[in-house]
């Protein structure tokens, strides 16, 4: 089954210690993935809303932070709103929500098999080009993703799924890459995040890619 990627939600605050996309009901069986960005002074940072979220990735990099939250719908979704809050201080922050549909969905760690984050500065007027590095791909055929902010393009084959503020978000479909990268203009601090999303196994349901890796395949 193939994997597909949209933007669902979003949110934004010059100052606060809050943020709520509008309520939606997400696919059944589907995966719901956060985008938070806020400055890295930020302190008990939490998402909530349709159910427990797991934090996936997190990255400060001088005054900016990033962190990517999932979580699985299962399949009775409810009509809710996403929200982010943090204890202190008021600060600025963005919050993408996306929904990956014909993924796998037994369980988190076989939806996203592996991920990573990394900071970025970029001194000069750039041209600079960011790259996250991922280890070797369980399946070639599985989707690399990436969201990061203050892209000005990014690597040839992604195609941008959305721009929220300053986050953009991408996916390579069914094609391993290892080292997503993006283009930067300008001196700036920079922070992204990386995931490899593996597709539901035809008439199985996840189920064939788990028996793969427990037979070491």
Request: net charge negative.
């Amino acid at each position: 089954m193939a994997i597909s990627i949209a933007e669902v939600g979003t949110a934004s605050t010059g100052y606060g210690t809050s943020i709520s996309t509008s309520a939606f009901t997400p696919t059944a069986d589907s995966l719901l993935l956060v985008n938070f960005r806020i400055n890295s002074a930020a302190t008990g940072i939490g998402i909530s809303g349709h159910g427990t979220w797991t934090q996936q990735e997190s990255v400060i990099q001088s005054s900016r932070q990033l962190e990517g939250w999932a979580y699985l719908t299962g399949g009775s979704p409810s009509n809710v709103a996403v929200t982010a809050s943090w204890s202190a201080p008021p600060q600025a922050a963005q919050l993408q929500v996306l929904e990956v549909t014909g993924g796998d969905v037994t369980s988190l760690a076989a939806a996203i098999v592996q991920s990573n984050s990394q900071g970025f500065y970029n001194g000069g007027a750039g041209p600079d080009t960011n790259t996250i590095t991922l280890s070797a791909f369980d399946d070639s055929g599985n989707t690399t993703f990436f969201c990061a902010d203050s892209v000005d393009s990014a690597e040839a084959g992604f195609t941008l799924i959305a721009t929220f503020s300053v986050l953009s978000s991408y996916a390579k479909y069914a094609t391993e890459d290892t080292s997503p990268s993006w283009d930067t203009l300008g001196p700036d601090h920079l922070v992204g995040l990386a995931y490899e999303l593996a597709p539901a196994a035809a008439g199985g349901g996840g189920i064939e890619i788990l028996r793969r890796r427990i037979e070491g395949h």
